[in-house]
């Protein structure tokens, strides 16, 4: 049985990785599982300059899913570079680095900065709904999003994932403006744009008001949207939005995913990317998938 | 540096020994953890997972007692929302997941002979392991709305224990920060050590500080993932060395805090 997949020229032991954000740089969750057998450790979005994020509260529970307002606190790209990079290397892993900006000058500061050391991707995070500016500012608009990703493309050595937002009205034309800006790839989705308010103080949750939503309760949101833009696009995509199990993750690569990445279902399970790799195994197992090309946009 | 198999840490499905209520809508469970109970430090939490599966999040709850020979890890719990209401439903035998001890508890300052620990509502669990602890000269001051808890418990460790209720019905009537006042702080060196609602705890601290007492705070936030990885729990604190606040987890650079350095907001 072979899980293994190529994206952009890079081969990833299995197609599971880490959903930006979760998972910090893989220090924390290192502690629960061996990073070892994961396909990739995508960390936590990184700017050119340290970021403080939003206030307190960033969090809040909702039915099969959750709420977050983070707002991209970093360390900013030197500290990243200097503390992350040489922990994650220690593992036979790859590293793909989500990245924040403010302007499309800062995006493609840190993707040039990072071109200069040792990581496998990179992934343009034009969709965090927690920013002001940057962030969902350009994923909503296809001319926006082709001109970011075409920018950006200039300064990046490694290939350039975009992670679209699906808070939009058709994500097929904003795939197909990453892809006419020269994207290699497709990550999707961000989280959706929620709320939630505590009715005995009679205010929201979040102290931002509104944060994004993910969690099993998004999964067959993100399911249609990697369906819809696997049949638009010709660029490999890695599929998330609720991934729980082994048999979430086979979903969204009949649906035309490349990979797949775990988020919010860490903090109900720490080991939870490592039983998607063992579920993915099974099911290739007990149904005689030899390949994951075999059932990859079978839908 | 990467970690042998045997020395992962996971989720552990634990059994519930006890489930009682022991003051209206406070729930104290004991839970039969295994060896966890020799690693743990006062001020420490535990991630309680609900085995409603749509409820994602772990509560993140204080560690209140632990018994070493026994293995039994104990809790305080207040009935505030879904998942706590879930708890208060589990019977013994009952089991759960949790993953822990998680954070920083408290420094226990050996040579401190003199120790103030205060507590209000259900930031009184914490200080009872702490209190079993500490050697030496230990004053305790509770403060409850009304219906108080584990009082008896800490009597167990000192004969100095203090408290009161909002209204009255038990102990002295007003807030724990005017028992506090009534008493008179004569010793020279005391450490502070203090869990409980933000606006007390903002009080606390400006009393240590007139006292000039160093003083330990335990804070609480939404929590995530617990571990230190989402970033999604912080609170401002001033880093010492620039004068400017900074965002620091309360999961994993707490929940323990120097009081002095925490910046509490309107
Ligand atoms: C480090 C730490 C230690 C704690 N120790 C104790 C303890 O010993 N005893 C005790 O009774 N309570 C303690 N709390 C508070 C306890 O975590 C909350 O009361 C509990 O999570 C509420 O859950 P719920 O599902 O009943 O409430 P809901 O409001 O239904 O919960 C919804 C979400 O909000 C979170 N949440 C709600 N209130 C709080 C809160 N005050 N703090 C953090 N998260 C909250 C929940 O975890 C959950 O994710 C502690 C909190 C922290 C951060
Ligand atoms: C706490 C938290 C922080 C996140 N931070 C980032 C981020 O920095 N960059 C990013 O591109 N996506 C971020 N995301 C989005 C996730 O990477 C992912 O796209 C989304 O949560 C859907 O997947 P899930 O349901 O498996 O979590 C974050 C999500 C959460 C819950
Ligand atoms: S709860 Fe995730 S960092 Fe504290």
Redesign the pocket.
């Known amino acids: 049985m072979n899980s293994k997949i190529t994206i952009a020229g890079v081969e990833f032991k299995n197609p599971v990785m880490t959903a930006s954000g979760t998972f910090g740089s893989g220090r924390e969750y290192g502690e629960y599982m061996d990073l070892n057998q994961l396909g990739a450790v995508v960390v936590k979005g990184v700017a050119i300059t340290p970021w403080k994020g939003n206030p307190a509260p960033r969090?809040?529970?909702t039915y099969g899913g959750m709420l977050n307002s983070v707002g991209l606190q970093n360390p900013g790209v030197e500290a990243f570079i200097e503390n992350d990079i040489p922990f994650l290397r220690q593992y036979d892993t790859k590293i793909i680095v989500n990245i924040a900006g403010r302007t499309i000058e800062e995006y493609c500061q840190v993707a040039e900065r990072l071109g200069e050391v040792d990581v496998d991707l990179l992934e343009l995070n034009i969709s965090c709904p927690n920013v002001k500016e940057g962030g969902v500012a350009f994923g909503t608009d296809p001319f926006m999003v082709e001109k970011v990703t075409k920018e950006v493309k200039k300064y990046s050595k490694q290939p350039l994932i975009v992670k679209l937002s699906p808070n939009v009205t058709d994500i097929t034309e904003m795939a197909r403006a990453a892809e006419s800006g020269g994207a290699d790839g497709l990550s999707l989705i961000n989280t959706l744009l929620g709320m939630a308010i505590d009715i005995y103080r009679r205010k929201p949750?979040l102290a931002m008001k509104v944060g994004g939503f993910s969690g099993p309760a998004i999964k067959p949101v993100a399911l249609r949207m990697v369906y819809q833009v696997n049949k638009a696009v010709n660029l490999p995509i890695i599929g998330m939005g609720g991934i729980m199990t082994g048999e979430d993750a086979i979903e969204f690569i009949m649906a035309g995913a490349t990979g797949v990445a775990v988020g919010t279902a860490h903090f109900n399970n720490p080991r939870a990317s490592l039983e998607v790799v063992e579920g993915i195994q099974k099911y290739m197992d007990t149904y005689g998938v030899k390949d994951l090309a075999e059932i990859r946009g079978i839908i | 540096m990467c970690l042998t198999k045997e020395q992962w840490k996971n989720k552990k499905r634990v059994e519930i020994l006890k489930n009682i209520e022991i003051a209206q809508n406070?729930y104290k469970m004991d839970l039969q953890v295994g060896e966890m109970v020799k690693k743990i430090q006062p001020g420490q939490?535990i991630n309680l997972y609900?085995n409603q599966g749509q409820?994602l999040?772990?509560?993140?709850?204080?560690i209140?007692q632990v018994d070493e020979k026994r293995e039994i890890l104990t809790?305080?719990?207040?009935?505030?929302?879904?998942?706590?209401?879930?708890f208060a439903q589990y019977q013994s035998q009952d089991k759960v997941d949790i993953i822990g001890p998680l954070?920083n508890g408290y420094d226990e300052l050996k040579k401190e002979q003199h120790s103030i620990l205060i507590g209000g509502g259900?930031g009184v669990?914490?200080l009872v392991e702490l209190a079993k602890r500490l050697s030496g000269n230990v004053e305790v001051y509770l403060g409850f709305r009304s219906d108080p808890f584990l009082v008896d418990t800490f009597k167990q460790y000192t004969n100095q224990v203090y408290v009161a209720t909002d209204d009255g019905s038990y102990g002295y009537k007003g807030t724990v920060l005017d028992l506090l006042n009534q008493k008179k702080h004569v010793k020279e060196q005391a450490m502070i050590y203090s869990c409980g609602p933000k606006p007390m705890l903002k009080n606390i601290v400006k009393w240590a500080k007139e006292k000039q007492y160093p003083i330990q705070v335990?804070?609480?936030?939404?929590?995530?993932c617990g571990v230190g990885a989402c970033v999604g729990?912080v609170c401002k604190i001033q880093n010492v060395e620039t004068g400017e606040w900074e965002y620091r987890r309360?999961?994993k650079d707490?929940?323990v805090f120097n009081g002095r350095e925490v910046v509490w907001d309107e």
């Open positions: 969090i809040a529970e949750v | 406070v939490f609900c409820r999040l772990p509560r993140p709850i204080s209140c809790i305080v719990y207040g009935v505030v929302g879904k998942g706590t209401r879930e954070g259900l669990p914490p335990s804070l609480e936030e939404r929590m995530a729990c309360v999961c707490g929940p």
